[in-house]
């Protein structure tokens, strides 16, 4: 069974930076591509990032590009989320997902997602 758990969520003023970890189980972490997604209060959920099953291709949504990273460590089937430069429009719950690298990159399709972490940034 398949069990993906964020944390690191908070609430910040804008400009900080906040670290999000996802600790995944019940499947074959390194052969699978990760994501980070995101829903806002009465918005669709969005895909911030998304990695490679290697790490060595990672894409951005426009929104998040050059502000926030994406990484992982397959020896402890973590996916990370580096989040610098905060902004109040990045107030969301944010969730890790597995998923083809392509379906989460251009139609925002995933496999499986996790419940999630509130991230809260004050102007």
Not at 65 to 94: C, H, W
Request: net charge neutral; glycine share 12%.
């Amino acid at each position: 069974q398949v069990s993906l758990v964020e944390s690191g969520g908070g609430s910040v003023q804008a400009g900080d930076s906040l670290r999000l970890s996802c600790v995944a189980s019940g499947f074959d972490f390194s052969e699978d591509s990760m994501g980070w997604f995101r829903q806002a209060p009465g918005k669709k959920i969005e895909m911030v990032a998304v990695i490679s099953w290697g790490g060595s291709s990672a894409f951005y949504s426009d929104a998040v590009k050059g502000r926030f990273t994406i990484s992982r460590d397959n020896t402890k089937n973590t996916v990370y989320l580096q989040m610098d430069k905060l902004k109040p429009e990045d107030t969301a719950v944010y969730h890790c997902a597995t998923g083809g690298i392509a379906a989460m990159r251009a139609f925002g399709n995933y496999d499986h997602l996790g419940q999630g972490t509130q991230v809260t940034v004050y102007s």
